[in-house]
């Protein structure tokens, strides 16, 4: 009888201990369960802000192309403009040393000549001033663009430093 009462408590001490053992079992397992999940939510958090950072990326870069494109067209109008107000001040000046040939020559022939350099150099000054103020218009234009295009590009960097604010954050 000893022994049945002992083989008994043994059966009952071994019982307990395995209910004990799956119990510790399913509370690791649920624990290991919660760090898949909690594995799986960081990771798709960080695909999200990666895939966030690279539109942005993309947007940047097609938004200094932009700006650099923009800041070409201005480049080009203000050499444009250079090139006509130069026209403008070599015809001026010309015409100026017309005029005072013409009031100072006493010559018939050389004032003939002089008037009909003075007429040719008054025909090129028209398209020269006509030019000038095509290429201040463009001009004008070209810097508004080019400042809305800088406003977008500035905007972006703003967004790109929050983001990267935010992660920053997030990593922490």
């Known amino acids: 009888m000893h022994r049945a ?6 059966c009952a001490f071994v019982h307990r201990g395995l209910r004990s053992i799956r119990s510790i079992r ?3 397992l649920q624990a290991l369960l919660s760090e898949i ?3 799986r939510k960081d990771l798709q958090t960080t695909t999200v802000a990666a895939q966030r950072v690279q539109v942005l990326m993309y947007r940047l870069q097609m938004q200094q192309a932009a700006v650099a494109r923009a800041q070409q067209r201005v480049d080009e109008a203000r050499s444009r403009l250079a ?10 000046s010309e015409i100026e040393r017309d005029e005072a040939a013409l009031n100072d020559s006493q010559n018939s022939v050389d004032r003939k000549q002089v008037e009909g350099m003075l007429a040719a150099a008054k025909r090129e000054l028209e398209p020269q001033k006509i030019a000038q103020q095509e290429w201040e218009t ?3 234009e070209a810097v508004h663009v080019l400042r809305s295009e800088e406003a977008k590009l500035a905007g972006l960097e703003e967004q790109f430093d929050r983001l990267d604010r935010e992660l920053e954050k997030s990593s922490h």
């Open 5 to 10: 009462s002992l083989l008994f408590s043994l």
């Open 26 to 28: 399913l509370t690791t």
């Open 37 to 39: 999940r909690l594995l």
């Open 83 to 92: 090139e006509a107000q130069g026209g403008v001040r070599h015809f001026t």
């Open 138 to 140: 463009k001009e004008g």
